[in-house]
């Protein structure tokens, strides 16, 4: 498959992996695990820093859907310019898997600490911030299944 086709499966695989996630963030919201994601986080900043009135509740909910699917489609995107071969389900969900969790990596170890968004993990102090590595864990192993789907050889 050529780079644009891997960027193309890349992407729909990262659009549903954004939903599994999203369910995923949902099911620990409502049992008390989790009541403030990264999106609406960075929406949080964004509001700060660019608004003195704010924004609407509606606003608000709609930022955090377009910021979350966004950064899913582009991260599902550039793994699947990762990928350059294919191995079956179960690799494609463990290596998926692996690059989810680098995502989280990159983005709560780096550019949310640096964008003023929240603490590094290392600085927090629950065991809370564990939640995170494991739902980009699910991420990525749904995004592998997904893009392995999407790229198989047809006859």
């Known amino acids: ?32 695990l989790v009541f403030d994601t990264a999106p609406t986080q960075v929406v949080d900043r964004v509001e700060e820093v660019f608004t003195q009135e704010g924004f609407s509740p509606g606003t608000r909910r709609a930022l955090a859907a377009v910021a979350h699917i966004a950064y899913g489609v582009s991260t599902g995107a550039a793994f699947g310019l990762l990928r350059r071969e294919r191995g079956g389900k179960g690799e494609e969900a463990a290596v998926g898997s692996s690059l989810g969790i680098l995502a989280w990596g990159a983005g709560w170890a780096s550019w949310l600490p640096l964008a003023g968004v929240h603490s590094p993990p290392w600085e927090q102090r629950t065991p809370k911030v564990l939640l995170p590595v494991i739902d980009h864990a699910v991420f990525g192993a749904v995004w592998g299944l997904i893009f392995s789907a999407l790229t198989r050889d047809r006859p």
């Open 1 to 32: 498959m050529d780079m644009r086709g891997r960027m193309l499966a890349g992407a729909l695989g990262g659009a549903g992996a954004t939903l599994a996630l999203s369910g995923l963030r949902e099911s620990w919201r409502r049992v008390g």
